[in-house]
């Protein structure tokens, strides 16, 4: 049985997150979509079907990151997700696919109380569920759960093998393997973005490793948490899944002590917007292109908007040469439609971006040259490679020097389909600014001359001081 809910919420978003906003799938849509890519839903069916099993997916629910859900809608999903479980009985097992930091009104643990429920209609057959890296997970999850395994990297280029990792695990438990143990160690420290493929992330993945390779230990995972949820649970933990208490408790806390040992060594510097194209025009003069700028805090990956125009103003009052530099993707339905009603060619005044709340920059009041115009459809090249995207209706307009992509949904940038299906070359340009925290790495990295952060504050800032902690009091590194 296979089965998955997904929201990341960012509590500071001023708007709530409807039920509208939810692609909600059921049956074989869900397989369908889902063979061959590296996503978790791709590690379920396709290692099901290696293994010769009937697996059933049944339901998912899944929205970009945004606010507080509305407490109609989780009460809708809650229900169709486990009244599609009744429905599709009998089964042997259940395999979730979560993200960990979904937040509704009158609910702060959403998952804690999916899992709760699956749990009550399972009974005790196995139930096991994978977790975004940036789950803040709680005991309620962990105490419903035999089997947690969260992402171990960032960029998330794991999830496939998670999957395939919970399918394997689960046909274990349903054979012959004891309900394992799982422990949390909750760790008082809000992380910043950290990326696993080098650096502090990278070192904390290896002690990871180290208790995965110890006699009975099933998964060690540090979970970066999501510091973007005003919760007194949010925070960085460790889970670990093992064949006893003992084995799971000591894994998970030699690894709580040594990220809190280390801590300061995951604290992170960033440029503002200005500062930041100085900083990649310096780079494109010592080492080429592309230099990629990303805006970490205008990412809607993490619930901010993706109308934000702080670095575009940027690259655009530097007057660079025409077509040096791309930018992807502002969110701004209207300039999107605005460009296909004038057409390729033409000259329109634009009012882009800054549409959503004040803190993300104000409107680009500028002429634009409409450049290109696609439906915003493509196929992930790096991160999710395999599935499909659409963005409807994009276009591609020249404002100054910048060639600027412009979208009618919200997502944050991934790889180079955004920039391609408007006919641009990443390669052939000196500047690429883009709005992601850190998943555009996973296609962007080898192909960078160099990455440079630019935050000026919006709603997935660095600046972790600037979001007040209300509901959680606690003293928590770096705020404490």
């Known amino acids: 049985m296979l089965a998955g809910f997904s929201h990341e919420t960012n ?10 906003e939810f692609v909600r799938w059921r049956g074989s849509r869900i397989t369908e979509e889902a063979i061959g890519t590296a996503t978790v839903w791709g590690g379920f069916v396709d290692r099901a079907a290696d293994l010769g099993l009937d697996a059933v997916a049944v339901y998912t629910a899944d929205a970009v990151p945004s606010g507080t859900i509305d407490a109609s809608a989780w009460s809708t999903m809650r229900a169709e997700l486990l009244e599609s479980i009744v429905a599709a ?20 643990d959403v998952e804690g109380d999916l899992c709760t429920a699956v749990r009550e209609v399972a009974g005790t057959r196995p139930v096991g569920a994978v977790f975004d890296l940036h789950g803040n997970l709680t005991q309620a999850m962990c105490d419903a759960l035999d089997l947690v395994l969260p992402y171990h990297e960032y960029p998330h280029t794991d999830t496939r093998e998670r999957g395939t990792e919970l399918v394997d695990l689960l046909a274990r438990r349903v054979a012959d393997m004891p309900r394992p143990a799982v422990y949390l160690a909750s760790v008082p420290m809000l992380l910043p973005v950290t990326r696993t493929t080098d650096g502090p992330g990278a070192a904390a993945n290896e002690v990871c490793a180290r208790v995965e390779a110890r006699p009975g230990v099933i998964d060690c995972t540090l979970l970066h948490g999501f510091p973007y949820a005003d919760l007194p649970f949010a925070n960085a933990s460790v889970v670990c899944t093992a064949i006893d208490d003992f084995t799971a408790r000591a894994g998970a806390e030699y690894v709580a002590k040594w990220l809190w040992f280390h801590r300061d060594d995951f604290m992170t510097t960033t440029f503002g917007p200005d500062a930041a194209v100085a900083e990649a025009r310096r780079q494109f003069a010592e080492r080429g292109g592309p230099v990629v700028v990303h805006e970490t805090d205008d990412n809607p990956g993490g619930g901010a908007p993706g109308d934000g125009t702080a670095l575009l103003r940027s690259l655009i009052d530097a007057e660079l040469p025409a077509g040096s530099a791309c930018f992807g993707f502002v969110h701004d339905p209207e300039t999107a439609a605005a460009a296909h009603a004038a057409g390729v060619g033409e000259y329109l005044a634009v009012r882009l971006g800054a549409r959503s709340d004040g803190r993300h920059g104000t409107p680009i009041i500028a002429e634009a040259e409409v450049r290109a115009l696609s439906d915003g459809r493509w196929i992930l090249k790096a991160l999710g490679a395999g599935a499909r995207t659409n963005l409807r209706e994009m276009a591609c307009l020249r404002i100054g020097g910048v060639d600027v992509i412009v979208s009618s949904r919200r997502q944050q940038t991934f790889d180079d389909g955004c920039f391609e299906i408007h006919g641009i070359d990443i390669e052939e340009r000196d500047i690429v600014a883009l709005k992601s925290s850190n998943h555009f790495r996973a296609y962007y990295a080898p192909l960078a001359t160099a990455i440079v952060t630019s935050d000026a504050g919006g709603l997935t800032s660095e600046r972790l001081d600037a979001f007040p902690r209300v509901r959680d009091r606690r003293n928590l590194w770096p705020l404490a």
Do not use: I
């Open 89 to 108: 009985e009998p089964f042997d097992a259940v395999a979730l696919n979560l993200h960990g930091a979904a937040v509704a009104d009158g609910c702060d």
């Open 11 to 20: 509590t500071y978003c001023p708007d709530g997150t409807s039920l509208d």
